[in-house]
């Protein structure tokens, strides 16, 4: 049974009538463009064809009733009072927050949520779910859906309510998101470009299944050596600063804010350089900018874990991979690699064959259909 079949077979039978609409938010994956977005600089990932689901329907007494089926177990919280705590109700939680605080006015909703983006993992579930909730505010509530708002709404809700210090990527493109394109998102403007994935390519996801520890610490700790080296060039953001205007005074840095910055800013510029060579259907291109950015990651953003390194550099090593790199946060998680479509079932049973004998895990690889944002799927 597909999702969609089972979360609104949920419903029916926890509620005793069909939902009045089912909703939908898409994991991603990122191409290029890593540790870019709080740097407000450029990033190109695409909406996966994983997503968080709500069947729902609008309550009139201002709350809202939840139930996960991937937690089995349901959480009840009213409007008008809301208040912290912990686990995975502070994601809806957390959003009704910060849509009140923007000014909206909410109608409470009762529904039943499913979700296949693999948590934990780096594809942004917790994006998802938050936009998955943003959708059903929408539906139920009756305002307009502004993509790029709700994004940053969400993005202040994971902010300051759960607490993580997430850029905007991760909730733009579950917003954005477009069917067999990647999105090029300027994080200044938030201005969003599709841009069709070259012909004969496919993009297969690599998960290590390591998965990160003490990442937010790590995250939070290079956001600082960003703006630590921001405030050298006198800037606001690394954003702003040019490959020669770095290298002209990259000596007077310490080593490690040198290497953060050059990350950064090189990564800017990769991003963009990939996202002509997707206009002209430059595949090989592309997938030569990945693998610079790997090894830009691994090397001056220390970013990436044994495993990542290991999948990637196997991945590059089979036939028909054009390039190949981590994705997301890093320190475990998932790679992503830009392959030839006619060799793409070959790539994933190789791969997963040489990972497996390099590291004795087995890691689960997968082709993904670039999707939509955030969307109505039934009403
Ligand atoms: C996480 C964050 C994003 C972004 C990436 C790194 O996924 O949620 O905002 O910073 O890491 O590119």
Not at 288 to 310: A, K, W
Request: net charge negative.
């Amino acid at each position: 049974m597909s999702l969609k079949d089972q979360v609104i077979a949920d419903f029916t039978q926890r509620f005793g009538a069909p939902p009045d609409v089912v909703v939908r938010a898409p994991g991603r994956v990122n191409l290029i463009g890593e540790h870019t977005d709080y740097n407000e600089g450029f990033v190109m990932p695409l909406a996966i064809d994983r997503h968080t689901w709500i069947a729902l329907r609008p309550r009139s007494d201002g709350t809202v009733f939840l139930h996960s089926m991937d937690h089995d177990a349901s959480c009840t919280f009213g409007l008008a009072q809301l208040s912290k705590d912990r686990g995975w109700q502070e994601y809806p939680k957390s959003v009704a927050w910060a849509l009140h605080d923007a000014g909206y006015t909410l109608t409470g909703w009762e529904g039943t949520t499913i979700c296949d983006v693999p948590l934990g993992a780096g594809l942004s579930s917790s994006a998802s779910f938050e936009l998955a909730i943003a959708k059903a505010f929408a539906e139920v509530s009756g305002f307009p859906w502004d993509a790029p708002k709700m994004a940053l709404i969400s993005q202040q809700a994971e902010n300051q309510w759960v607490g993580v210090n997430c850029g905007i990527m991760d909730q733009m493109i579950s917003a954005v998101g477009q069917a067999d394109h990647a999105v090029l998102i300027d994080c200044r403007s938030l201005e969003a470009t599709p841009l069709p994935l070259p012909s004969g390519t496919s993009v297969v996801i690599l998960d290590t299944t390591t998965r990160r520890g003490l990442v937010d610490s790590a995250y939070n700790e290079r956001r600082q050596q960003c703006e630590e080296a921001a405030a050298f060039f006198g800037v606001k953001m690394l954003r702003d600063v040019t490959l020669d205007q770095f290298t002209a005074r990259a000596d007077q840095l310490s080593d490690t804010t040198r290497r953060r910055a050059q990350h950064v800013i090189s990564e800017n510029e990769r991003t963009v350089a990939a996202a002509d060579a997707m206009q002209r259907g430059d595949a090989v291109a592309l997938g030569q900018l990945m693998n610079e950015s790997h090894d830009s990651l691994r090397d001056d953003f220390e970013v990436t874990n044994q495993e990542l390194n290991e999948i990637v550099d196997r991945s590059r090593e089979i036939e028909g991979c054009l390039g190949a790199r981590m994705t997301g946060a890093g320190f475990g998680g998932c790679a992503v690699a830009l392959v030839q479509s006619e060799r793409a079932a070959d790539f994933v049973a190789s791969v997963t064959a040489a990972y497996h004998d390099a590291t004795g895990l087995l890691p689960s690889a997968y082709v993904c259909q670039a999707s939509d944002g955030a969307s109505v799927v039934a009403r």
